[in-house]
């Protein structure tokens, strides 16, 4: 009896302890999980907050370019390539034109006067020079500031990227 009291005892205990190693290490993989995860997290919020460095440079650099009226000869590193056929009016051959002078972010595009604009456009070619690029600095303005509903409310009012003629 004594002998079969130890015995499962033993047997209880080795099972106890199985199970609080397994307990142990899924604790410890959810501990080492979490880790990974939350550099990852860490690595996230860092980039967040470097491409918002980056805007607030290209921004600040768009303001100097406005009231000096000098532009840079080279386009920013900070400023992220943005998806310029978005505005109304500038199709693939426009945006390639604009990136292939230094404009590749809405915040370049609008601190540019539509007279600069129909420049560049008239030194790319006989079939760019029919384009008009009145509205693209407001366009590109409310595309940078990131309000989308007054883009679109924008565009709906436009033909072609042009006011109407009444307006």
């Not at 033993?10 to 993989?29: D, I, M, N, P, S």
């Not at 532009?71 to 199709?91: M, T, V």
């Amino acid at each position: 009896m004594l002998e079969d009291f130890t015995l499962r005892r033993y047997r209880a205990a080795q099972t106890g302890g199985q199970e609080r190693r397994a307990a142990l290490h899924r604790r410890r993989t959810a501990v080492a999980s979490f880790c990974r995860t939350s550099t990852w997290f860490g690595r996230q919020v860092r980039a967040e907050a470097q491409r918002a460095r980056r805007r607030e440079l290209c921004e600040l650099f768009a303001a100097v370019e406005r009231l000096t009226g000098v532009r840079r000869r080279e386009p920013c590193d900070a400023c992220p390539d943005d998806d310029l056929e978005i505005i109304d009016g500038i199709g693939p051959k426009c945006a390639r034109l604009l990136k292939s002078a230094g404009v590749q972010s809405f915040i370049a595009l609008a601190a540019m006067s539509p007279a600069s604009l129909r420049s560049l456009l008239r030194r790319g070619g006989s079939n760019l020079r029919s384009v008009d690029p009145t509205t693209w600095p407001e366009q590109a303005q409310l595309a940078a500031n990131g309000d989308a509903n007054a883009l679109r409310a924008l565009q709906a009012t436009l033909i072609g990227g042009r006011r109407p003629r009444g307006d």
